[in-house]
């Protein structure tokens, strides 16, 4: 009897210590974090974050994985991950881009949420490599109070931790903080902690555990306009004599601290350095060079107050709202404009015809919740297909225009919570035969040939009634 019980405790031990030995050697526990330097700039409402790594590999087998960790407040509103790696020594150093992908992972503690970037080349044992890696996160600034006046200045929570959240060790860290103005009306202390003007300093800190936290609270004064396009529309009509239609259809809200009272205007032209500076005065939009017949239009009608101005380079378009725009409030417009076919449209070596354009919202400094681009492809296109440099979601559509027989193929991709580093361009591919060009022109000369035929014939017929 004593036998069977012996060998299953000889059994559960083995197996202990082979669990044991597996999360010795896995990656996680063979790399470490030598140096940490985290510095966010709160001088907007998109939080941008940029983090430099120093890694170690202390195991004994080489590595091209490395996990970064967030907690799941922050991945609901984390936008974009950028990793690059440095390469050479001194004034040689070089920067490459490295893949950044999601990943899960089981047993992540309190929900922690993982990215995994891809290195370049392995990281052998004992080595070691420096990663500059920037995130960005929208709608982290939580306005408080909630509601203020016209002339009350918006204050702003921030919530963090002291700690960067790491699923490795991190000998030595810093964590930098900037904001937009001197005027902070409150922040939590984790000693050492400095602040010097409109940086605030936590760190450094000392040998500090997988998964830790000190959670912090800032308080602090961001006058700057929370310029937030709750959807975007944003169509790409491809015409083969020779022009480019963009359409662009917007739902525009203000997502800082909501507008209490009466608004005066004549409060707010003849003081307007003290009266509603949070407000959103005029948007900046970049459009592509040559541009030409651009509109600005709502519901109403035309929108007169807007400026262009172009370049050999680039066009900016500088628009006025009908009226400024508080926190929580909101308006919808169209900007159209039309571009040179030839700036955008190319062949490739397999005959098969791409529209080279921009993804994202040409708003400056503006967060997009939902991003909508249709591209319309000529009627007898075939085989569309779109490479767009991060995920989103696509599905064809049909849509018919003046003279259309079977409608014309359309490539719709949809995307959420965007800013402006996801303006990089997409290209859309498709077959095209230029026979169907024809077809058009064909239909109005047969219509106008037609409509001459039953003319002569209606003079050449008698039909009255005699013998």
Same mark, same amino acid.
């Given at each position: 009897?004593?036998?069977?019980i012996?060998? @299953?405790h000889?059994?559960?031990?083995a ?14 526990h ?9 510095r +966010?700039?709160l ?13 170690e ?5 080489p590595?091209s994985?490395?996990l970064?960790?967030?907690p799941? @407040? ?6 974009t ?9 001194r004034k040689? #150093? #070089?920067?490459?881009r490295l ?12 929900g ?7 290195l370049a080349?392995?990281l *052998?044992?004992?080595?070691s490599t420096?990663?500059?890696v920037?995130?960005?996160f929208?709608?982290s ?6 509601e ?5 200045s ?10 960067? $959240?790491s ?9 930098f ?11 939590t ?6 602040r010097a003007g409109t ?17 912090i609270?800032i308080?602090?004064?961001? *006058?700057?306009?929370?310029?937030v396009?709750?959807e ?6 491809i ?6 239609q963009v359409?662009?259809?917007y739902?525009l ?5 909501r ?6 205007r ?6 307007? #350095? ?5 407000s959103?005065r005029y948007? $900046? ?14 519901e ?5 107050s ?5 370049d ?6 500088? +628009? ?10 909101k308006?919808?417009? +169209?900007?159209g404009?039309g571009?040179?076919l030839?700036?955008f449209l190319?062949?490739s ?6 529209? *080279?354009?921009?993804?994202g919202c040409p708003?400056l ?8 681009v249709?591209?319309v492809?000529p009627e ?15 599905h $064809? ?9 079977v409608?014309r193929?359309?490539?719709v ?8 580093s ?11 035969k230029p026979i169907?060009m024809?077809?058009?022109?064909l239909?109005?000369?047969s219509a106008f040939?037609l ?7 209606? $003079?050449?017929i ?6």
């Amino acid at each position: 009897m004593e036998a069977p019980i012996r060998a @299953t405790h000889i059994l559960g031990f083995a197996l202990f210590f082979l669990l044991f030995f597996v999360c010795r050697s896995s990656p996680l526990h063979d790399l470490l974090i030598s140096s940490a330097e985290r510095r +966010i700039d709160l001088t907007s409402h998109i939080v941008k974050v940029y983090l430099t790594l120093k890694v170690e590999n202390a195991g004994s087998s080489p590595t091209s994985e490395i996990l970064l960790a967030f907690p799941p @407040t922050q991945v609901d509103h984390l936008a974009t991950v950028e990793a690059l790696v440095t390469k050479g020594k001194r004034k040689k #150093t #070089t920067l490459v881009r490295l893949d950044v992908k999601p990943t899960e992972l089981p047993d992540a503690p309190n929900g922690t949420k993982y990215f995994t970037i891809y290195l370049a080349n392995p990281l *052998n044992s004992g080595e070691s490599t420096t990663l500059e890696v920037l995130y960005l996160f929208t709608h982290s600034l939580e306005p408080f109070p909630a509601e203020i006046g016209q002339s009350e200045s918006q204050l702003v929570y921030y919530r963090d931790s002291a700690l960067i $959240l790491s699923p490795y060790h991190i000998k030595q860290q810093t964590t930098f903080i900037k904001t937009p103005s001197t005027k902070v009306e409150s922040f939590t202390r984790v000693e050492p902690t400095n602040r010097a003007g409109t940086e605030m300093k936590y760190g450094p800190y000392e040998d500090h555990p997988p998964y830790s936290s000190s959670p912090i609270l800032i308080h602090f004064e961001n *006058n700057s306009p929370f310029p937030v396009v709750e959807e975007l529309v944003r169509e790409v009509e491809i015409s083969h004599w020779g022009n480019l239609q963009v359409t662009e259809q917007y739902t525009l809200v203000h997502g800082g601290a909501r507008h209490k009272g009466v608004f005066s205007r004549v409060e707010y032209q003849s003081r307007p #350095t003290l009266s509603g500076t949070s407000s959103l005065r005029y948007l $900046l939009a970049r459009l592509p060079p040559r541009v030409h017949s651009v509109y600005y239009r709502d519901e109403i009608g035309n929108i007169s107050s807007s400026h262009l101005r172009t370049d050999s380079r680039k066009s900016e378009l500088e +628009i006025e709202p009908r009226y400024p725009l508080f926190g929580g409030w909101k308006a919808t417009f +169209i900007i159209g404009y039309g571009l040179p076919l030839q700036d955008f449209l190319f062949e490739s070596s397999d005959d098969r015809r791409y529209l *080279n354009f921009t993804f994202g919202c040409p708003l400056l400094e503006t967060v997009v919740d939902k991003l909508t681009v249709k591209v319309v492809l000529p009627e007898g296109s075939k085989d569309p297909s779109a490479v767009v440099p991060f995920p989103v979601e696509q599905h $064809l559509e049909t849509k018919y225009s003046y003279l259309d027989v079977v409608g014309r193929t359309v490539v719709v991709m949809e995307k959420k919570n965007l800013v402006p580093s996801h303006n990089s361009h997409f290209q859309v591919h498709y077959t095209f035969k230029p026979i169907f060009m024809l077809a058009e022109p064909l239909m109005l000369a047969s219509a106008f040939f037609l409509f001459f035929v039953a003319c002569v014939a209606y $003079l050449h017929i008698d039909l009255s009634i005699r013998k």
